[in-house]
């Protein structure tokens, strides 16, 4: 697949992403802002979870990224869409590949890809 991009507007912040690839029901995106301001999503062709705003200067560890992110935004957004019908697959960022992460995934998704393999 080739690489598009698009732009939308996201409250105050006109926000670009780009698309990577498409595998099964599978999308992956970077969503592109300024440096000041870190976003994260969930993808899939089923949908899009809504935008995650990181405050400025917050560390992503693996427990902002279990508890929060995946615990609080992620997956109840995630199920909504898909229900318990869907593969959770992430990439190998430190925070991501944690043990606790790895358990607390293998816990709560019905399907789990582990960065560890």
Same mark, same amino acid.
């Given at each position: 697949?080739?690489? #598009?991009?698009?732009?939308?507007?996201? /409250? #105050?912040?006109? @926000?670009?992403?780009?698309?990577h /690839? *498409?595998?099964g029901?599978? !999308?992956?995106? +970077?969503?592109? !802002?300024s440096?000041? $301001?870190? *976003?994260? *999503?969930?993808?899939?062709?089923? /949908?899009?979870?809504?935008? !995650?705003?990181?405050? =400025? %200067?917050? #560390? $992503?560890?693996? &427990?902002?990224?279990?508890? $929060?992110?995946? /615990?609080? =935004?992620? @997956?109840?957004?995630?199920?909504?869409? &898909?229900?318990?019908?869907?593969?959770?697959?992430?990439?190998? &960022?430190? &925070?991501?590949?944690? %043990?606790? +992460? $790895?358990?607390?995934?293998?816990?709560? +998704?019905?399907?789990?890809?582990?960065?560890?393999?």
């Amino acid at each position: 697949m080739e690489l #598009k991009s698009r732009s939308f507007q996201y /409250g #105050k912040y006109r @926000l670009a992403y780009l698309l990577h /690839g *498409v595998t099964g029901n599978d !999308v992956m995106a +970077t969503v592109m !802002v300024s440096a000041t $301001v870190m *976003v994260s *999503v969930a993808v899939s062709i089923l /949908g899009i979870t809504k935008l !995650v705003f990181i405050e =400025h %200067g917050l #560390k $992503v560890n693996n &427990a902002y990224y279990r508890d $929060v992110l995946l /615990g609080q =935004h992620f @997956l109840p957004a995630i199920h909504s869409i &898909a229900g318990d019908f869907f593969t959770f697959q992430q990439d190998n &960022a430190p &925070a991501l590949r944690a %043990g606790d +992460t $790895v358990k607390f995934l293998s816990r709560n +998704t019905p399907d789990f890809m582990s960065p560890l393999l």
